[in-house]
């Protein structure tokens, strides 16, 4: 038993979500817990919603809601989509997926543009459904695509779309708010999610959300029923000092913390770091003749190509059984063809180094006759003097 315990305690989560904690989050965690209608509570809530709002580089107001990402993706949608509005689904992948079933349900009007797994949007399409369909009310679209590590050109969708007074332009930030640039209000983004999971470096269960005063024009006459998700209850209660529902005491007690941390250090040099930490992945994975699966990749995280005869699936799972390392694979059609590494959350250097010292390890293991030109010795070697060239 106490092996276990070990193995799970000195576990490397390195992948899109959830992610390594922070330890000043470890503490907040562990901390008494005290009732959210208290003044303790208010002023901890008031200073995390203040502090979301530069996150989300927003003059209008953001929102904590207890729900996984999926939640705040529904909330967005609730908020501004009545039955019969068309809308435009972007789906590039399991999410972009999922966002138009829910854009369905609703009754939403929907034409989806599938674009191939792997490749971001073109808005040369986008662009063409707008001139076609001029009453479009909402454009749906990820910011990084997680199943796919695109980065989808968020900035000119939104320049393309703000030029259309009548269409909003949500975006699905869940796996790049906090990760890539994503200023809300500059680049005309009119509702905007992230996930606590991600760049948060929380446990999963509260997601993120804001909208722009263009969708606050929609959302006071929007006549969806909703009553959880009704952010016109969420923003009176919050005006208050309060939430509408019960508040998830613990962990926006630890997102005060993480909010701190990022803007102490500085948001741009946060994002530096999680770059960085991408570019170490792509320029290594070379030497384990991995190539990258997204054609417009994402700093959020990498997916990349397996060699073949190598099944990813079998790969990721070894080399957490072993190492106690977790990636993630792929999905439906990318199913064993590609595994997906994380670049959020408190990692360490020295923990992205095991990573590809280890990877190679298993890569050899499942295929011994794979030919790598560089030996673990010169590998490791060429990784410490890349760290040092970024810290210098």
Known sequence: MQSVSHAVFEGTLLAPGPVNLHPKVLETLALPMIHHRTPEFDKILKQSLQKLQQV??????????????????????????????????????????????????????????????????????????????????????????TSTGVLHPIRELGDLIHQHPNTLFLVDGITALGATPLPMDEWHIDGLVGGSQKAFMLPTGLSFIAFSAKAWKVIHTNPTPRYYFDVRRELKANQNGETFFSSNVTFIRALDVVLDLILAKGYENHLAEIAARANFTRHFAKDLGLTSYSHSPSNSITALIVPDGVDGQKLRLRLEEKFHITIMGGQDQAKGKIIRIGHMGHITWEQMQNLFLR????????????KLEKDSSHLAMEMKAWVLHVHS
Request: some cysteine; hydrophobic content about 40%; overall charge neutral.
């Open 56 to 145: 989300f580089r927003s003059k209008e107001p953001a929102f904590i809601l207890t729900s996984t990402g999926s939640g705040g993706m529904e909330a967005l949608l609730v908020n501004v989509l009545a039955s019969g509005d068309e809308v435009l689904g972007i789906d590039s992948g399991k999410f972009g997926e999922r966002w138009c079933e829910m854009a369905k349900i609703y009754g939403a009007k929907l034409t989806t543009l599938k674009t191939k797994w792997g490749e971001a949007v073109k808005i040369s399409e986008v662009a063409k459904h707008l001139q076609e369909n001029p009453k479009t009310k909402i454009v749906l679209c990820q910011a990084c695509e």
């Open 359 to 370: 990877l190679r390890e298993v890569l050899l293991e499942m295929q011994p006759s794979l």
